[in-house]
């Protein structure tokens, strides 16, 4: 039963890896194509005011920099690749929110983030697979909680 948990667990890890990763780095190379979108459109019209060069050479400086993030994710580096990518996405929320447009796209980034969090609790280290105590181990803590603040 555990191997059989583990290997679904090893399947979701490589689904969040590989989706997480690609997910970046086609949004960097898009910066410099923009046909999923006019990038540039979504720069803080504050950030334009202070940037010593164009919007569009902002986005190209950015979309190498998700590039790289999205390799990291999908190479060795995946866990700092999706630390960087968190904070990456809070910080394009905080960019969206300051335009006073895009909520919406704010939201995503967010939960974006979150999920990005969700992603590094679910890897540790090196795959999903754990040892089965320890999986056990966490789901009696987790149902023992969810238990217990359900008759509080």
Do not use: C
């Not at 790289?68 to 394009?92: E, Q």
């Amino acid at each position: 039963m555990y191997k059989e948990f583990d290997a679904r667990l090893d399947q979701g890890w490589w689904i969040l890896r590989i989706g997480l990763g690609v997910g970046p780095f086609l949004a960097g190379l898009d910066k410099f194509f923009n046909l999923l979108a006019n990038w540039p459109a979504y720069i803080s019209p504050l950030a334009l005011k202070i940037l010593p060069f164009s919007g569009q050479t902002f986005m190209h400086i950015v979309g190498v920099i998700e590039m790289i993030v999205g390799l990291a994710i999908l190479t060795k580096w995946t866990r700092l690749g999706s630390y960087v990518a968190s904070a990456w996405l809070v910080l394009i929320a905080i960019n969206l929110v300051s335009t006073g447009m895009y909520f919406d796209v704010a939201v995503r980034d967010v939960e974006m983030a979150l999920a990005m969090t969700l992603y590094l609790l679910f890897s540790e280290g090196q795959g999903a697979t754990r040892d089965a105590r320890d999986t056990r181990h966490a789901a009696d803590y987790w149902g023992s909680a969810y238990f217990t603040a359900s008759f509080r």
